[in-house]
Structures are given as structure tokens and as C-alpha cells.
């Protein structure tokens, strides 16, 4: 009698886009997955580390673009595990950060499939870290909440004046995913509850030779990105931890000249 092969899932956060901000728990994976799902934000120098023998499926996933259904996505790993496969789910940044990684382990939880998840750096704080600065601060923020700024439809989104109240009372430092699209309204909402000088950084394609950022204050945020020419992918971090970056500290001292001239 034959013995049903075990196959097995995981999920895997390539990190922001470099290769070499992999950790090694991913690169093993990688390096012993059979199938191998492939999410549009994924550097393909990440593949690298697949076995030569292994099937990739590029199923993109990126907002604002035709994208693989969910669904779909949900099924083919469901599947190729019932046959036996070891199925990586290979996912930009950090699964459980805005990557559906819950979605998905749901399904497959659901189906009978055990789930490993592994870690990885995510945009936000590549983005800052690239720019010398935290994302907290003893003196400036006690802590930093992830918000998405593209709601799923039917739902209204996040209150964003709201947000920046509690923000301004907490002193917390705000990372904003897929918020480009609806900058005029998230501005608008974020200026109801913070300082029009509050400090903000832009961070497009974090931690790759092709990264541009664009550092500004809240009232200035629209006309920045617009001007800059930024586009999706990019993470906006607004908060005072932003004028720890050398560009920002680079441009105090003169800005102070200026005024006092």
C-alpha cells in the first residue's frame, strides 16, 4: 500500500525588495520548495535561491493593477499541497503585514494544512531605516502603528482625523501602506488632527537601486509627491521620528539661517 505523500505549506516574506535583506529562514525555504507561488512586488534575484527543479507561479498581486484572484491563489496552493508538493508562498515584505497572509492561512488552516510562516522586513521600516531614522524614539514617538490606505470595497476605510488625534495624544509614529492613490484625502483627514508642519517621508521601492524619497511637512504632502513624481509602491511615514533623517538634519541648520537672516 502506498503511503500518501505529505506536502506542506509556508509563507514567506522576501522583505522590501533587496536580496540580501532575506533572512536565512527564508532562503532555506526557498532552497527546498517544490512549488513556489510568486507574488509582483517580489525581486527576482530572490529566486535565485529556488532549486532548479522547482514549478514558479507568478500569480501578481499588486494594487491599482490586474491582479490573480485571491481565490485562485488560495486553490493553487490548497491543491499542489494535497499532491504532495512543499508549496512557498513568496510574498513581498512581511506576510502578515498587509500581504493576505492571514487570508490565507485561514484557508489552508481550513482545509487540514498546517502553516509555517516566515518573517520578513517590511517596506516601512526599510523606508526609514534607509534614511537613517526610526521608526520610534524615546523622546518622539512611543510607538508606530502600520495602517493601510487602501480600504477593500464596502468598507470606509480608516478615519483618519481620528487616527491623527490619537497619533498627536500617544505621540506614535504613522506608517501608511497604499496610500498614494487617496493622498489628497488622507492629507485632508491627517490635518484635522496634527500640526501642518508635521514632518513626512515618502519612500518609493524601498531598499532598491531604484528607490527615490522625498522628505516634506503634512500641508506639503499632496504637492510633494506630485511634484517628485512618486508613484506606487511607496510608504509614507508621517511623525516626528522623520526629522531624524540625515537629509532632514542636513537641511535644519540652513533652513535656521535662513530664518534668522
Not at 530572490?46 to 527543479?53: C, F, G, I, N
Not at 496552493?77 to 512581511?94: F, N, P, S
Request: some cysteine; overall charge negative.
Amino acid at each position: 500500500m502506498n503511503t500518501p505523500l505529505q506536502g506542506r505549506c509556508t509563507l514567506v516574506g522576501a522583505g522590501p525588495g533587496d536580496p540580501e535583506l532575506l533572512t536565512l529562514k527564508a532562503v532555506k525555504a526557498i532552497a527546498s520548495a517544490t512549488v513556489l507561488l510568486v507574488d509582483d512586488l517580489v525581486n527576482d534575484a530572490v529566486l535565485e535561491h529556488a532549486s532548479p527543479t522547482a514549478r514558479i507561479v507568478h500569480v501578481g498581486k499588486r494594487g491599482g493593477c490586474k491582479s490573480t484572484p485571491q481565490a485562485f491563489i488560495d486553490k493553487l496552493m490548497i491543491t499542489a499541497v494535497q499532491e504532495g508538493e512543499h508549496v512557498v508562498r513568496l510574498k513581498g515584505g512581511d506576510p502578515f503585514i498587509f500581504g493576505r497572509g492571514g487570508e490565507e492561512v485561514e484557508h489552508l488552516r481550513q482545509a487540514g494544512i498546517d502553516v509555517t510562516v516566515v518573517n520578513g522586513i517590511t517596506s516601512g521600516l526599510a523606508g526609514m531605516s534607509s534614511l537613517g531614522a526610526p521608526l520610534t524614539h524615546r523622546e518622539h514617538a512611543h510607538g508606530v502603528v502600520f495602517v493601510t490606505g487602501h480600504a477593500k470595497p464596502g468598507d470606509n476605510g480608516t478615519d483618519w482625523a481620528q487616527l491623527a488625534t490619537t497619533a498627536r495624544q500617544a505621540k506614535l509614529t504613522l506608517v501608511i501602506y497604499m496610500g498614494v492613490s487617496s493622498l489628497d484625502h488622507i492629507s485632508q483627514g491627517l490635518l484635522q488632527g496634527l500640526p501642518a508642519h508635521t514632518p513626512v517621508a515618502i519612500v518609493q521601492h524601498a531598499s532598491l537601486p531604484t528607490q527615490r524619497e522625498a522628505l516634506t511637512t503634512l500641508d506639503q504632502l499632496v504637492d510633494t509627491v506630485q511634484h517628485e513624481g512618486l508613484q506606487s509602491p511607496s510608504v509614507i511615514v508621517v511623525g516626528d521620528v522623520v526629522r531624524g533623517a540625515r537629509a532632514w538634519q542636513q537641511a535644519e541648520p540652513h533652513a535656521a539661517a535662513q530664518r534668522t537672516a
